[in-house]
């Protein structure tokens, strides 16, 4: 009988200024064959904590999220790639899967991860935030990053499978950390959507704000994590107000 071999496999990941999360995130890849970090200017402790789990350690100038992990990719030693961020945490279920999925002897083009997000220690199970599934495990030669600035995403070419077991993402210790990551974010959202030609209308910061608001609190059911829904609620739609406050700023600024 034939003995099934199984592919290596390289963990990426991206980080600045990390260093309060990401010892926890590495600690959960020791499945992985290799650790792939590329830093952008962390003037904290990140890269001496990632040297402890990886010497593929790489300081590179900041591109735009999309940009950015493609280079992490492009840097790994193994087709196969698991991209994972700073705030993420791969649970033991989830990599006994990915495990299983390597020694397969045909696999798919990429494969989508349920994802478990947290505000501080609340799980938010509704908002549209689970189960939130992404493309993370692919083959490089049939997948890559997306070129966008921020909501970049792995496009893959060929069949997406789906992984039963769930990432952790510990994504925001609690409002301050909420509204302080709004402003990178709408500033990206915002010169990406200008780079495309798109324009401010006034509906987009009067019906679109609200729109969100609506959709996050009932649609999606946001109501039944209760304040943490009703916190999901307000500031997806503060952060739509804003990013195109600042789209427009953009627009007046280039006449």
């Not at 600045?16 to 003037?43: F, K, P």
């Not at 300081?59 to 193994?78: E, I």
């Not at 033991?92 to 397969?104: D, R, S, V």
């Not at 304040?227 to 280039?254: H, I, Q, W």
């Amino acid at each position: 009988m034939e003995r099934a071999v199984r592919r290596h496999i390289s963990a990426v990941l991206i980080a600045r200024n990390e260093a309060h999360r990401i010892d926890r995130c590495l600690a959960t890849l020791g499945w992985a064959d290799e650790i792939v970090v590329v830093d952008s200017g962390s003037s904290d402790t990140t890269k001496e904590i990632a040297r402890r789990y990886t010497e593929k350690v790489f300081d590179l100038p900041w591109r735009g999220f999309g940009p950015q992990k493609q280079a992490a990719v492009d840097l790994a030693s193994h087709d196969m790639v698991f991209a994972i961020d700073c705030d993420e945490q791969v649970t033991p279920p989830l990599a006994a899967e990915i495990g299983a999925i390597l020694l397969q002897k045909e696999i798919c083009a990429g494969y989508s991860v349920p994802r478990r997000t947290f505000i501080g220690r609340k799980e938010v199970r509704h908002c549209g935030w689970y189960p939130d599934r992404t493309v993370r495990l692919f083959d490089r030669t049939r997948g890559r990053f997306s070129d966008d600035l921020v909501h970049e995403r792995v496009i893959v070419e060929g069949e997406t499978g789906q992984c039963r077991n769930d990432l952790l993402h510990y994504s925001f210790a609690g409002i301050d950390d909420m509204l302080a990551k709004m402003k990178p974010y709408t500033d990206l959202a915002a010169r990406q959507l200008f780079a495309k030609g798109r324009r401010c209308r006034l509906s987009d910061i009067t019906v679109r704000p609200l729109f969100t608001f609506f959709k996050t609190l009932l649609l999606q059911g946001g109501f039944l994590d209760g304040v943490a829904g009703l916190t999901v609620s307000v500031t997806n739609s503060l952060s739509v107000f804003v990013k195109y406050l600042k789209l427009r700023e953009l627009e007046m600024k280039d006449k």
